[in-house]
């Protein structure tokens, strides 16, 4: 979120026209897809096994704004990447990931990056 002296710059939701912070992927309100910026998709296929540092790796490369862990079409663990978040949820975010590659055999990681 970029921070003017002390405002907040909030966008303008294309679907509900609603307020939503200027960096955030999905509007609060509708939770419907922000079109906003360039930003593009990639999918890796790992293995349980290979889940968590994976996702350790695409969160240090950076310019990442969400991560989702998918099977086939379902959403299984969804974190949010926005600047100031990353350092206080990584460690939970890692134990959840750590919890749920335990039980699965293979997931497609999903990343929505900024070009
Ligand atoms: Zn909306």
Redesign the pocket.
């Known amino acids: 979120m970029f921070v003017v002296g002390d405002t907040v710059i909030m966008m303008e939701?294309?679907?509900?026209?609603?307020q939503?912070p200027d960096d955030a992927a999905y509007?609060?309100?509708?939770?419907?897809r922000?079109h906003k910026g360039r930003t593009f998709t990639e999918e890796f296929r790992v293995s349980g096994e290979e889940l968590v540092s994976k996702v350790k790796q695409l969160i240090q490369e950076g310019n990442i704004r969400s991560l989702r862990v998918k099977q086939k079409d379902k959403v299984l663990l969804e974190i949010p990447l926005t600047i100031g978040v990353v350092g206080v949820l990584l460690a939970p975010t890692l134990a959840a990931l750590g919890a749920l590659a335990a039980l699965i055999t293979e997931c497609t990681i999903e990343v929505e990056k900024e070009a």
């Open positions: 939701c294309s679907h509900c026209h609603g939503a509007c609060p309100h509708c939770r419907r922000l």
